[in-house]
């Protein structure tokens, strides 16, 4: 069975930075893509960041380019989200899932993701 769990949420200020993490176990993490997601209130789900299997591509919305970094570390089964510069509109839960099929993209799309953890939220104060 696959697990997914976040950790590194919290409450920061305006500009201020966090990292998550997100701990992958049950499936051979070092072969599937690997995204971050997000969900305000009153919102819909939004993708934030992919990585591919191989760490070799990444992809990011809009809206947070040139901001948040995604990165994985195969040997500790775990992917990161450094977010920097932090804005009030990036407050949500924040959610890590896993790729459906072995050797693929970091996909934009919840379709490309079949595992998801339970979140993590993040709050940026003004």
């Known amino acids: 069975q696959v697990h997914l769990v976040e950790s590194g949420g919290g409450l920061v200020q305006t500009g201020g930075s966090l990292r998550l993490s997100c701990a992958a176990s049950g499936r051979t993490f070092s072969i599937h893509a690997m995204g971050w997601f997000r969900q305000a209130p009153g919102k819909a789900r939004e993708f934030v960041a992919g990585m591919s299997w191989s760490g070799g591509s990444a992809s990011y919305a809009d809206s947070v380019k040139g901001r948040f970094t995604i990165s994985r570390d195969n040997a500790k089964s775990t992917v990161y989200l450094q977010m920097n510069s932090l804005k009030a509109e990036d407050t949500a839960l924040y959610y890590c899932?896993?790729?459906?099929?072995?050797?693929?993209?970091?996909?934009?799309?919840?379709?490309?993701?079949?595992?998801w953890g339970q979140g993590t939220q993040v709050t940026v104060s003004s």
């Open positions: 899932a896993i790729g459906r099929i072995p050797y693929g993209p970091g996909s934009s799309r919840e379709s490309g993701y079949d595992y």
